[in-house]
């Protein structure tokens, strides 16, 4: 069964890069155009991973983050930030928040893809142990 | 004198002697000069050899009596101790001599000492006159300066320092500065006794000191002033930096905003560019959707720019203007057609107001264009879906003025956010999240209509019922019809 990954992005042409780049590679993906949408896909698909940016209309990548942390159902998804702007999280926020990873835009696919493996992978690892 | 025969004695008995024999020679009837005729001559001659000895005597003693004189004058001149002059005696012309000679090392010494006194009178002058410059100077500068003893007493205090800290200068000075400057400054006061506790020179420190506005950030400079390494007190100079600072908060903001909306498209430039190189558009059709990204996002990012430079432009006033005679009718139609797409997209109705008599302005089209576009394209931006958006035209004749407006049923704005509208970057913080933007629109609608065309912007709002932006611009005149 393919993973799923929530795309959360206020620009249209970020998602559908990212959709064709996961997709090409045996990813499911879920889009959602702000953060309010994005939490509500969250909570209804249980997505593995969630790639949000950082600023987005109705709720920031930040407050999704913050809103999917209290949240049961939402908790332990593994989540990456994408971000135009240099230092926007500092490091604590990022390891309090349990942001998996931050990337800052203009971002490589092939980097953002390496890095959703890498988060998969480690989960699995965890699994098993 | 009293050891010796005194030669003054001898000399008056000699002289009484000659003078008795004179007189016994010369009295009649008296034995000597009545026994013989050369009796009396041996008289004579006798009271005159007694006479002389008693005047070479006279003359000796007369010597020596110059001689102990002399001598007393010597010794009372000269700085040798008594018993030391060996020459013995000296002559009445030596003691001239030897006075003058003292006369005229006092002389140049009393020169000298005019000479000094006059030196010391100009130095005290200059450094009087210094220190009026030093205190003027002071006294003139807009930066607080305050100077406390040892003792952290206060010696002087400008009326700049006087007023951040709400004392008298006059009457504060040898106050204790802690009971001066108040207990809320005591991080300054602590700064001034480390300061002269270490023998500091020159610590820079920032301190923030409440003011009637709001919290002003100063630059201090403290520095001890030391003499033969003993602390005489401490100066310290308080620049408000506070202008400073929000500057370069604004030029960091502006920077941060500038790179974040320049990455925004450049991300999917990068994205789409990196998967065509890598093969991952799949057949021509997605190719050409990609290639076609490139090129919109490429645009935006060209506008962008564009909208970057031109406010900058106008702002140093260095931006080409090529003004003419237009309709501004016609303008608004130009734009409106640019816009229709984007409304219906929306599902917004966007209509216009009938036609002025006399629409003509002198204007720069293209930077006009760019006012009514932005101001359109903001409207149907933050109009939700199903409203709608109107423009006005109307002329008044009496100010020579025509008036656009374009008014929308969107989210409004709050009363007390409506004076940041027009600044750079500004965004409407409970609207920001409806839509992306970059915050450069109405700065640059701004700049057109009140730099470069001499008119005037305006706004009114309400929450929840809409918006009516607007703009004023001189009708063009007799003179400029003609010129064109």
Do not use: W
């Given at each position: 069964m393919a993973n799923k990954v929530l795309v959360a992005d206020d620009e249209i042409h970020i998602i559908h890069v990212v959709a064709i780049k996961l997709r090409n590679n045996g990813y499911e993906v879920i889009a959602a155009n702000n953060g309010a949408e994005a939490y509500d896909l969250a909570c209804r698909e249980n997505p593995d991973v969630v790639v949000t940016d950082y600023q987005m209309p109705l709720m920031t990548g930040l407050e999704l983050v913050t809103k999917m942390r209290t949240d049961e159902r939402t908790r332990d998804i593994p989540v990456i930030l994408l971000t135009a702007r240099s230092f926007a999280v500092s490091q604590e926020q990022q390891e309090s928040l349990g942001i998996a990873s931050c990337l800052s835009k203009p971002f490589s696919p092939k980097e953002l893809l390496k890095t959703i493996q890498d988060i998969l992978h480690q989960r699995q690892l965890a699994a098993k142990c | 004198m009293r050891g010796r025969p005194s030669t003054v004695w001898i000399a008056t008995a000699a002289a009484l002697l000659a003078l008795l024999l004179a007189a016994l020679a010369r009295v009649p009837g008296t034995g000597a000069a009545a026994r013989s005729g050369d009796g009396l001559a041996w008289l004579h001659l006798a009271a005159y050899g007694v006479g002389a000895m008693g005047v070479i005597f006279l003359g000796v003693g007369y010597r020596r009596c110059a001689g102990a004189v002399t001598s007393i004058a010597t010794r009372l001149s000269s700085p040798e101790p008594a018993?030391?002059?060996?020459?013995?005696?000296?002559?009445?012309?030596?003691?001239?001599?030897?006075?003058?000679?003292?006369?005229?090392?006092?002389?140049?010494?009393?020169?000298?000492?005019?000479?000094?006194?006059?030196?010391?009178?100009?130095?005290?002058?200059?450094?009087?006159?210094?220190?009026?410059?030093?205190?003027?100077?002071?006294?003139?500068?807009?930066?607080?300066?305050?100077?406390?003893?040892?003792?952290?007493?206060?010696?002087?205090?400008?009326?700049?320092?006087?007023?951040?800290?709400?004392?008298?200068?006059?009457d504060s000075r040898r106050q204790p500065l802690a009971e001066i400057v108040g207990q809320t400054q005591a991080e300054f006061v602590e700064l001034l006794r480390q300061s002269r506790r270490t023998r500091t020179e020159a610590t820079k420190?920032?301190?923030?000191?409440?003011?009637?506005?709001?919290?002003?950030?100063?630059?201090?400079?403290?520095?001890?002033?030391?003499?033969?390494?003993?602390?005489?007190?401490?100066?310290?100079?308080?620049?408000?930096?506070?202008?400073?600072?929000?500057?370069?908060?604004m030029k960091n903001d502006f920077v941060s905003h500038v790179s974040h909306e320049l990455k925004t498209p450049l991300a999917s430039i990068t994205a789409y560019s990196e998967m065509l190189a890598d093969g991952e558009a799949n057949d021509e059709e997605t190719r050409k959707e990609f290639y076609a990204v490139i090129q919109s996002q490429a645009q935006r990012l060209n506008r962008l720019i564009e909208d970057i430079l031109n406010i900058s432009r106008i702002e140093s006033g260095l931006i080409k203007?090529?003004?003419?005679?237009?309709?501004?009718?016609?303008?608004?139609?130009?734009?409106?057609?640019?816009?229709?797409?984007?409304?219906?997209?929306?599902?917004?109705?966007?209509?216009?107001?009938?036609?002025?008599?006399?629409?003509?302005?002198?204007?720069?089209?293209?930077?006009?264009?760019?006012?009514?576009?932005?101001?359109?394209?903001?409207?149907?931006?933050?109009?939700?879906?199903?409203?709608?958006?109107?423009?006005?035209?109307?002329?008044?004749?009496?100010?020579?003025?025509?008036?656009?407006?374009?008014?929308?049923?969107?989210?409004?704005?709050?009363?007390?956010?409506?004076?940041?509208?027009?600044?750079?970057?500004?965004?409407?913080?409970?609207?920001?999240?409806?839509?992306?933007?970059?915050?450069?629109?109405?700065?640059?609608?701004?700049?057109?209509v009140e730099k470069v065309h001499n008119g005037r912007v305006f706004v009114t709002s309400e929450v929840g019922v809409g918006s009516t932006f607007g703009f004023e611009l001189p009708l063009a005149t007799a003179a400029e019809v003609v010129a064109v």
């Open positions: - | 018993g030391t002059e060996r020459d013995g005696p000296r002559a009445p012309g030596a003691l001239t001599e030897a006075v003058d000679a003292r006369l005229a090392r006092n002389e140049a010494v009393i020169q000298e000492l005019r000479g000094q006194l006059r030196d010391l009178q100009v130095r005290s002058q200059l450094a009087e006159r210094e220190k009026r410059h030093t205190e003027a100077i002071l006294y003139s500068l807009r930066d607080a300066v305050l100077v406390v003893d040892g003792a952290d007493k206060l010696l002087m205090a400008n009326e700049p320092a006087a007023g951040l800290f709400g004392f008298d200068a006059g420190r920032e301190i923030v000191i409440a003011r009637e506005d709001r919290p002003h950030t100063y630059e201090v400079i403290v520095s001890c002033v030391q003499e033969d390494g003993k602390a005489l007190g401490v100066v310290a100079v308080l620049h408000d930096v506070t202008k400073e600072k929000e500057v370069a908060q203007v090529r003004k003419e005679q237009a309709s501004l009718t016609i303008l608004i139609q130009e734009q409106l057609q640019m816009i229709r797409n984007y409304a219906e997209e929306k599902q917004i109705t966007v209509t216009a107001g009938p036609p002025i008599v006399y629409d003509q302005v002198y204007v720069d089209k293209d930077m006009l264009s760019q006012v009514i576009i932005n101001l359109l394209s903001n409207a149907v931006k933050y109009t939700p879906a199903g409203g709608r958006v109107s423009v006005g035209t109307e002329v008044d004749e009496a100010a020579r003025l025509a008036r656009v407006t374009v008014t929308d049923t969107g989210a409004g704005i709050p009363a007390e956010e409506i004076g940041h509208l027009f600044e750079k970057f500004y965004r409407v913080s409970a609207n920001n999240k409806l839509a992306k933007g970059t915050g450069l629109g109405l700065n640059l609608v701004k700049q057109i």
